[in-house]
């Protein structure tokens, strides 16, 4: 089975700054992709990135990025400029391919943007 | 376009009584749904998968009797939480997964229950 560990509960950080989400995990598949959602106080779950795991290239969406470190098993979201919008849970999950491709999600961090 | 409709948005019932939950894949069809429970502050758990056509597939430690789902067509899915308790108050997300794209889930809004 696999797992996902995010060992920060909250974190906070000051509007246009950079922030880094931390993500473990732990499995023996070869074949899986790697998820950043952000839930806002909507509740409504929002993908932020994906990252495949046969990919060495980090995967960038605007101010988004990772750092896929397949043989470490780390996945870490860096934000950019941060903007109070960003205020969410972040959750990092987990998919294996060729099976049953459900996400196993980490128990999140509640980033707040401060202005 | 891929939106993951939820309805309702939020349902208060008696104890005893059952309550559905609809979810549908507004613009894509969906093989999978999924369907997952969240506590206050806590993540998303899985509670069950749902396949087009075919019986659920439930997580160890829900009950099958008492979350009845139903994926009648590619774009609907329906949990029905059968003889409510209190304890089954919680925030109900539904996930649909594009058909042909296994690594695109859409989530749908949640549904809160509070059961009385």
């Known amino acids: 089975a696999q797992t996902v560990t995010q060992s920060q509960p909250e974190m906070s950080v000051q509007e246009a700054e950079t922030v880094t989400l931390s993500c473990t995990y732990d499995?023996?598949?070869?074949?899986?992709?790697l998820f950043w959602y952000k839930q806002p106080p909507s509740r409504q779950m929002i993908l932020v990135i994906r990252?495949?795991?046969?990919?060495?290239q980090n995967a960038t969406e605007n101010r988004f990025s990772v750092n896929f470190q397949k043989a470490a098993k780390s996945f870490s979201l860096k934000i950019s400029d941060s903007q109070l919008g960003d205020t969410a849970m972040y959750f990092c999950?987990?998919?294996?391919?060729?099976?049953?491709?459900?996400?196993?999600f980490g128990t999140g961090t509640r980033l707040t943007i401060i202005p | 376009g891929a939106v993951v409709s939820q309805h309702p948005s939020w349902v208060i019932c008696k104890s005893g009584t059952s309550v559905k939950i609809e979810c549908r894949s507004l613009?894509?069809?969906?093989?999978?749904m999924f369907w997952y429970r969240q506590f206050p502050k806590q993540s998303l758990m899985l509670m069950a998968t749902s396949n087009e056509g075919s019986k659920a597939t439930y997580e160890q430690g829900v009950e099958k009797d008492k979350f009845l789902i139903n994926h009648a067509s590619l774009t609907l899915s329906t949990l029905t939480v059968t003889s409510a308790h209190p304890e089954d108050s919680s925030f109900y997300i539904c996930?649909?997964?594009?058909?042909?794209?296994?690594?695109?889930?859409?989530f749908g809004p949640g549904t809160r229950l509070t059961v009385t």
């Open positions: 499995t023996s598949e070869n074949n899986y992709y």
């Open positions: 613009d894509f069809q969906a093989t999978t």
């Open positions: 999950a987990f998919m294996k391919l060729f099976g049953n491709e459900k996400l196993t």
């Open positions: 996930s649909a997964q594009r058909q042909g794209r296994s690594y695109e889930q859409y």
């Open positions: 990252q495949e795991a046969y990919k060495q």
